[in-house]
């Protein structure tokens, strides 16, 4: 049964870094047929997609976020990751990791992790 | 960006009711669409890929359609577990999704 877990700080200062993990169990991140990505969801700007990796290293970022999102993995603890920079209260959100089948569709999620930008 | 814009943002209905949700994107994204189901304080699931694919487990009353610009969610007979908001997401152009219909109980 595949399992993804969020975790990370719940609260951030403003122009702090936000370093999110997420642990995968039940599937190995090396595998050929999927993406691991993450997508965050508020109020204000409601599903927003961040990025997505796959195994090899290869990554696809927003456009809007490229500038300070960085992904990485490690497969030896089938952990994927997530790092923003210089954080604003506009990053407040819910952010979920995720299962990407052939890099488009998000079909398996973790529960999600609220993290609060905030001084 | 491909901006998507679901409409209605929400609706009232009953059990047993044929509803249809649209989404319209801003730009042709062929067939490259996805749709997902919310629940409160729960992860998206997703219900349908490439405009008309169930995905695994998926009942049949969901029925989804279109190409281009324009996509419809349907639902042919609301059931119980069914209230909920849903979302579309297209892939032709990085990854974005609809603002979310809400199906809420008449």
């Known amino acids: 049964q595949l399992h993804l877990q969020e975790s990370g700080p719940g609260l951030a200062k403003p122009s702090e870094t936000l370093s999110l993990n997420c642990s995968v169990s039940g599937a190995s991140i090396v595998s050929p047929s999927y993406y691991w990505g993450w997508v965050r969801q508020s109020p204000e700007k409601g599903l927003e997609w961040i990025g997505n990796?796959?195994?090899?290293?290869?990554?696809d970022y927003s456009p809007s976020l490229k500038s300070r999102v960085t992904m990485s993995l490690d497969a030896s603890r089938n952990m994927f990751f997530l790092t923003l920079t210089s954080v604003t209260a506009a990053d407040t959100a819910v952010y979920f990791c995720?299962?990407?089948?052939?890099?488009?569709?998000?079909?398996?999620w973790g529960q999600g992790i609220h993290v609060t930008v905030s001084s | 960006d491909i901006q998507m814009t679901q409409s209605p943002s929400s609706l009232s209905a009953s059990v047993g009711d044929r509803i249809t949700i649209t989404c319209q994107a801003s730009?042709?994204?062929?067939?490259?669409l996805n749709w997902y189901q919310q629940k409160p304080g729960r992860a998206p699931k997703l219900l349908i890929y490439d405009t008309s694919i169930l995905d695994a487990g998926v009942p049949s009353r969901f029925i989804g359609s279109g190409s281009g610009t324009l996509f419809t969610l349907t639902i042919s007979s609301l059931q119980p577990e069914d209230f909920a908001t849903y979302y579309c997401?297209?892939?032709?152009?990085?990854?974005?999704f609809g603002g979310g219909t809400r199906v809420a109980v008449k």
């Open positions: 730009h042709d994204i062929i067939n490259y």
């Open positions: 995720a299962r990407v089948r052939h890099a488009v569709a998000f079909d398996f």
């Open positions: 997401q297209q892939y032709r152009s990085f990854r974005s």
């Open positions: 990796i796959y195994f090899s290293g290869v990554t």
